[in-house]
């Protein structure tokens, strides 16, 4: 069974598919790649199950590749070193589970360039898989990367059938805006991983640059800080921490469907992951400094853009920016530092990571049929689909951390953590600040509910057809996540003990 | 006398051969066979490859009355040049079609400026230094003023004038030195300021030694010939012009800064900030361009400053990064020049000529994807591992130096931007009757590009191999 549950099977695995994918070899029959990329991501996501299944968190899963019996950067101590402990292999079996909806998803949103597309996607894939299971920082940069080309494409192609100029133009700009903030975000973090790697050999004398050897214990108090405050910045683009927000509402509303449910459900992710790797697990002392001052951008996360939610009229964009002030509450459980801190922290990645994407889910599903995304001008969706509305009833009333569903347990489990915190005043109050969330969270999201889905019928769309059975199987199994979770939130707490 | 030319000097020796036998037989043959040329180059560039094995590098060689040197630092110099000047010569073939009658003594230059280029990287007293890179900078202004037309000309003369004031400076700070030391050889100016207190005229002598050289890099004060030489190039020059001097003068440069100018602290921080300004300068100049060569000439001084910071930062460790980077910039820059070879550059020169390139040429627009990318440092790619390695060179040399760091990382953030501007173009959806046509390159051409992306592919995933290379050639420097 060892030999057979490797990471690098997991990581690489769509890599490779991928390359098959665009070679000019494989088939270029659109239904074919089509089933043979669900097939194979539901394939991947039984693996990753099964990888969990067999996951004993006092024996966390480790696997180094050696080129030609060699490290891959002997000079700088630099290894292919992959290790998976329960934080991130949570995170992987989500990654693998929203990649297997977005393809599901994908059958009507994408028409054009498929081949392209589904490379790209399962290239997207492997790169974070990459990031949650690399033991190594300059591997974790090397993904880090690598995730921005698919990341680009997806954003600024061209996949729908008759999209206009404006659109086009509009898509691309937004994916160069993301790849610039990302960029600059990420060479930030690698001053940071540069400078500790740095501090790290100085201090201790090993050369590694692997999470095991790093300590922080003998690197000056200054040169902590500084290290820290770099990896924050490149850490709170992806997150998104306010003020390095913007790239986000834009990516997200121009892309496609799936790869918007791709972006809000996994991709964000990413940054709050490598706040708990970097940051929480790797310079404990530093952050407990920088903890209070991050509490506070946070709450600005969650308030400030509660309140630009509101004013949205794009329901897309609406549901862009929830993910921003959600981020927050992320990012707030990570400031408690302690135990039910960081596992709310970890559950609200989970919970969120499915809502967001039912959310964009339902708003592609409006969008297809209506061509419209304005909430002044969408109303009665409800009479025209009564399938979806329910769905959608179901998934915002999650959203808003009504009990029963994941999102209230987290969301409890923060204000808990937080509560609890030992370290600082700040986070005890700022633990009071974070509750308006669920209030201006269900003020806007019902606003969405209430605005589309009720009132008169619409003009003109007398022949419209609800959900169909990909749409169905995608939302139901985002539901079912969701209540699962909701009901026996045990069964990720207790695997971070 | 005759045992240095068996023991170092035989790779110098073919290839000066070789160039005799090309002028040669410029008067002897007729235009028509103007075919030939480039396989003689060819023959006498690998022949010089084949006679490196005889080059005594254990221990260091001094030849010539301590003028020349090898150790295995200039080795791998001397090789990465041969094998640069084997591509161009490969990727000539356009050009020498165009000038027929002289194409035997373009190549004649061409392997002099080889020539030049090694001599350089093996020189060892400031005489040779200052012969052997007048060799290379006079065959290079022939090679630029090679193509037909004013523009090249033009482009030669400016490359001229500014080089003929670099030189200038630079046999300055030479006579500054040698009233100082008494003397020219690089061994004895190492002992006598090792066993001497310098004065601040030492580090002004330092200063414009390096900077005289350093024009050659586009690094500031010399830096402004850059755009208008790369406007008026062929690529097959461009992709000489900006592989083969560089290879020379880093060469020398680090061995310039690791002995008879070591003792400067001055140089370093002027060095540096020049460095900086340099980079600032490039980067942002190339924000607003809109033709490939331009926005390319930009990222080579924009490079050559990036190692220029790391190189003044004199340590084993940062030698071993400036010999990496180096290495991997070369192969990077053939890749996008030979692309540039491929289509035709008088029909696309800006970057909106190439909009929809990637659907009517998949492999051509991919492999020319792959040399820019590696030039922003996307990873996979030899440019992601060779910026690592010399940044993280930069940061472990001391806290003082951090800042000048944060600065570069940021302008690889602009620098990423205008990769982009080239290269997002490609991917555009266009009309079907607006699509470039198949482009059919040459076997040679296709080499080229097919070789340079293969090595920075490798590079980029099997570097250690490479870096164990780079870091021996620096602790025997």
């Known amino acids: ?497 | 006398m005759l045992n240095d030319i068996f023991n170092i000097l035989l790779p110098q020796v073919i290839i000066g051969i070789f160039i005799v036998l090309l002028l040669v037989l410029e008067i002897i043959c007729s235009p028509k066979m103007y075919k030939y040329a480039r396989f003689i180059a060819l023959i006498g560039i690998s022949s010089a490859i084949l006679f490196l094995s005889t080059v005594q590098t254990e221990p260091q060689y001094f030849g010539m009355c301590n003028s020349l040197m090898s150790d295995s630092y200039t080795l791998l110099f001397d090789f990465v040049i041969l094998i640069c000047g084997f591509l161009v010569t490969l990727l000539s073939r356009k050009l020498i079609k165009s000038i027929k009658g002289s194409a035997y003594s373009y190549f004649a230059i061409l392997l002099t400026a080889i020539f030049g280029a090694m001599s350089v990287v093996s020189s060892n007293d400031f005489l040779t230094l200052f012969v052997s890179t007048e060799v290379l900078g006079f065959s290079t202004y022939f090679l630029i003023a090679s193509a037909k037309g004013y523009k090249s000309k033009e482009a030669s003369f400016k490359y001229l004038i500014m080089s003929a004031i670099s030189t200038g400076v630079f046999l300055f700070g030479v006579s500054y030195l040698y009233g100082i030391t008494g003397s020219i050889n690089f061994n004895e100016i190492y002992k006598f300021i090792s066993e001497n207190d310098v004065s601040v005229i030492y580090s002004i002598s330092a200063i414009l030694i390096i900077f005289g050289i350093a024009s050659k890099l586009a690094v500031l004060p010399f830096a402004n010939w850059v755009i208008d030489v790369y406007k008026g190039c062929e690529s097959s020059v461009l992709a000489f012009l900006s592989t083969i001097p560089k290879l020379a003068v880093f060469g020398i440069l680090c061995r310039l800064l690791v002995f008879p100018l070591r003792n400067s602290f001055e140089l370093t921080f002027v060095v540096a900030i020049a460095a900086l300004i340099t980079a600032l300068w490039a980067n942002t100049f190339a924000l607003r361009e809109n033709n490939v060569k331009v926005i390319l000439a930009c990222s080579t001084s924009a490079n050559s400053s990036y190692v220029m910071l790391a190189a003044c930062l004199v340590s084993v460790y940062n030698v071993s990064a400036v010999i990496f980077y180096i290495i991997c910039y070369v192969f990077m820059n053939i890749g996008a020049f030979a692309f540039l070879n491929i289509v035709d550059e008088k029909q696309y020169l800006k970057v909106e000529d190439f909009r929809g390139f990637f659907h009517s040429n998949q492999g051509l627009a991919g492999a020319y994807a792959v040399s820019i990318l590696a030039l922003a440092g996307i990873p996979i790619t030899s440019g992601f591992v060779a910026k690592i390695y010399l940044f993280s060179a930069i940061a472990s040399s001391g806290l003082l130096f951090v800042p000048f760091l944060i600065i570069l990382l940021i302008l690889t953030v602009l620098a990423l931007f205008y990769y982009l501007k080239i290269l997002l173009p490609l991917f555009d959806d266009i009309d079907k009757n607006a699509e470039i046509p198949k482009l059919s390159p040459v076997f040679s051409q296709k080499f080229v590009l097919i070789s340079a992306v293969i090595v920075i592919l490798l590079v980029g995933v099997f570097s250690e191999k490479i870096i164990e290379l780079c870091r021996f050639a620096a602790y025997n420097i």
């Not at chain 1, 299971?133 to 680009?152: G, V």
């Not at chain 1, 903030?181 to 540069?194: A, D, K, N, P, R």
């Not at chain 1, 490598?274 to 790797?282: A, E, H, Q, R, V």
């Open chain 1, 1 to 497: 069974m060892d030999k057979f549950l490797s990471i690098p099977f997991l990581v690489f695995l769509p890599m490779v598919v991928s390359i098959i994918l665009i070679s000019p070899l494989f088939t270029s029959n659109e239904v074919m790649i089509r089933r043979f990329v669900k097939g194979f991501c539901s394939f991947h996501f039984l693996y990753a199950v099964i990888l969990l299944c067999f996951f004993d968190s006092a024996n966390p899963y480790l696997s180094e590749i050696h080129f030609l019996g060699m490290d891959w950067i002997q000079a700088l101590g630099i290894k292919f070193a992959f290790k998976l402990d329960s934080v991130s292999i949570i995170l992987s079996v989500l990654t693998s589970f929203i990649f297997m909806l977005a393809a599901i998803a994908s059958k009507f949103n994408i028409r054009k360039n498929q081949k392209f597309y589904y490379s790209m996607l399962l290239l997207l894939m492997s790169a974070i898989l990459g990031i949650f299971s690399s033991n190594d920082m300059f591997l974790f940069f090397l993904f880090w990367e690598l995730e921005m080309i698919p990341a680009y494409f997806l954003i600024g192609s061209k996949f729908l059938q008759n999209s206009t100029v404006e659109q086009e133009t509009e898509a691309k700009n937004s994916a160069v805006k993301f790849i610039l903030y990302t960029f600059f975000g990420s060479m930030f973090m690698l001053l940071g991983i540069l400078l500790l790697h740095f501090y790290n050999f100085a201090s201790s004398g090993v050369l590694s640059a692997s999470f095991a050897d790093i300590s922080d214990i003998s690197i000056p108090y200054g040169i902590q800080i500084t290290i820290a405050v770099c990896l924050l910045i490149g850490f709170g683009v992806k997150l998104p921490i306010v003020p390095l927000h913007t790239w986000l509402p834009d990516a997200h509303t121009n892309a496609v469907t799936p790869v918007s449910m791709v972006l809000a459900g996994i991709l964000l992710k990413t940054g709050g992951y490598g706040i708990y790797k970097f940051n929480y697990l790797t310079l404990p002392n530093s952050f407990k400094v920088i903890a209070p001052v991050l509490a506070v951008f946070a709450i600005i996360n969650i308030i400030y853009i509660a309140f630009v939610t509101y004013a949205q009229t794009d329901i897309k964009r609406i549901v862009a920016y929830s993910s921003i002030s959600n981020m927050g509450l992320v990012l707030l459980g990570l400031c408690a530092i302690n135990k039910i801190g960081l596992s709310a922290s970890i559950f609200h990645m989970v919970s969120h990571g499915l809502v967001s994407c039912g959310l964009f889910m339902i708003v592609g599903i409006v969008y297809l049929r209506f061509k419209e995304r304005n909430i002044n001008i969408l109303q009665g969706i409800a009479n025209k689909l009564p399938r979806l509305y329910g769905f959608a009833v179901l998934i915002v009333l999650a959203s808003i951390g009504v009990p029963l569903f994941a999102p209230f347990i987290s969301e409890i489990l923060t204000i808990i953590g937080t509560l609890n915190s030992e370290f600082s005043v700040v986070l005890k109050y700022s633990a009071i600040f974070a509750l308006p969330l669920l209030i201006l969270s269900s003020c806007y999201m019902l606003k969405f509910l209430h605005r589309g889905f009720f009132g008169a019928d619409m003009d003109g769309f007398d022949k419209v057809n609800d959900i169909s059975i990909h749409e169905f199987i995608v939302l139901a199994a985002i539901l079912a996540g969701l209540l699962i979770f909701g009901l026996y939130p045990n069964s990720i707490i207790g695997l971070l003990g």
